[in-house]
């Protein structure tokens, strides 16, 4: 076997990369009828307002798959959308607040749509950019930088915020005390904006996703950066004038009384369910690991077709290596990765790690268990005080 066969088959698997359209399986049915169409679509699509949604998850359940497929779904239906992961290149998922996350949505709306002419957004930093530009570490005029140069300073920003703590907390304390009027920019731009798109176009949605990385963080005698951000600011991030998705921690939807303020401020956030392994009695789910076994076999298919007739065995007549040895390795990755996306994908890679040519055996699944075990159970250790 062509060591290029387990390389492509270990990248295939890349636990933080959303698969391509074609790797893509559909899992409604098990995940409790959830669709992120019906869930957070259509609110918009029947909208004639601006709509303000959070929406949330564990890690690696395929948040971001969802998001990016409502993403082409509204560009179908004549939204303008800006999709942006805010952990990428704006925030500091360690040290966040509100203001990083503020100037992250007007960095991506100023690039995403470039305003020729009227442009609140540049004239909100022109008119602060004596106080600003140390942030962009530049002593450039604004005045004297090209349109594209001028809207580049919001990237150079963020960036020097993600890379120097220091210069985060002097940000943080120019844009909250200069919030109303970025909002008010916001605002003015996404106005001036939705005149310059095609006059079929029904509005413009922002999503920012990962916000849910966010750390909690907090100083004694302060609320925490959660609720200074959900909570103590629920009203700029629905003040905006058009549709948003922001992806919030799961610890917030399930804390008592966080989770009561949360719909009250925004109505009920949106879960992104598990697949579903087990039952409620302990008996494996079936139709939850056919789907898993169906996006495994998803992606070893683009690799090379045949890969599937082999994928849990050796076939006689065919040529092509067994994937897995057995039907029973397949499973057992798919019941310890618990109905996450992310994990199952994770125990794929560290059993090829323990792979030096296929198949994929029972003894290498089992080490792959065996250290994402002792992962949690080192997690476990360290949040009890015990580790």
């Known amino acids: 076997m062509p060591l290029d066969l387990l390389t492509e088959i270990y990248s295939s698997f890349e636990p933080f990369q959303p698969p391509s359209k074609e790797a893509y399986v559909e899992c409604q049915e098990v995940r409790g009828g959830w669709e992120i169409i019906r869930e957070l679509g259509r609110r918009i699509t029947r909208s004639k307002k601006p709509t303000c949604q959070l929406y949330s998850g564990h890690r690696g359940v395929g948040k971001s798959t969802e998001l990016l497929r409502l993403k082409e779904y ?39 749509i470039k305003l020729q002419n009227h442009n609140p957004l540049l004239n ?22 090209s349109l594209e140069g001028q809207i580049s300073q919001f990237a150079k920003i963020t960036a020097n915020l993600r890379a120097t703590p220091d210069k985060r907390r002097e ?10 009027s970025l909002v008010a920019a916001l605002n003015d731009f996404i106005q001036e904006a939705q005149k310059t ?20 963080t907090q100083e004694e005698g302060k609320p925490s950066n959660y609720d200074e951000i959900y909570l103590n600011r629920s009203e700029m991030l629905r003040g905006l004038a058009c549709h948003v998705i922001y992806t919030v921690p ?15 401020n925004y109505d009920t956030p949106d879960v992104l369910p598990m697949v579903m392994v087990r039952n409620r009695d302990g008996s494996e789910n079936s139709s939850g690991l056919g789907k898993l076994r169906e996006l495994i076999c998803r992606r070893v298919a683009l690799i090379e ?67 994402a075990r002792e992962t949690y159970r080192k997690q476990y250790r360290s949040i009890s005080g015990r580790f």
């Not at 303008?80 to 704006?90: L, T």
């Not at 940000?171 to 109303?180: C, F, H, V």
């Not at 917030?252 to 009561?260: F, H, L, N, P």
Request: aromatic share 6%.
């Open 250 to 264: 799961i610890a917030m939807i399930y804390s008592e009384g966080r989770a009561t303020q949360l719909e009250n």
């Open 171 to 180: 940000l943080r304390q120019k844009i909250n005390a200069n919030t109303p």
């Open 74 to 112: 509204l560009e179908q239906q004549k939204y303008f959308v800006v999709y942006f992961a805010a952990d990428d290149e704006d925030i500091e998922p360690q040290d966040a607040a509100y203001a990083d996350i503020l100037f992250a949505c007007t960095r991506h709306l100023v690039e995403a």
């Open 305 to 371: 077709p045949n890969l599937v007739q082999t994928l849990e065995g050796a076939v006689s007549g065919v040529d092509t290596p067994a994937v897995f040895d057995s039907p029973d390795t397949l499973e057992l990755l798919c019941l310890m990765s618990g109905g996450h996306v992310r994990n199952l994908m994770q125990l794929i890679q560290k059993a090829i790690d323990w792979t030096d040519e296929l198949p994929i055996t029972a003894k290498a699944a089992k080490r792959a268990v065996e250290e």
């Open 124 to 145: 909100w930093m022109k008119d602060r950019w004596e106080s600003l530009k140390d942030l962009a570490l530049t002593e450039i005029s604004f005045e004297g930088l």
């Open 197 to 216: 798109l095609p006059t079929d176009n029904r509005g413009i949605v922002m999503v920012a996703d990962n916000l849910d990385r966010i750390v909690e």
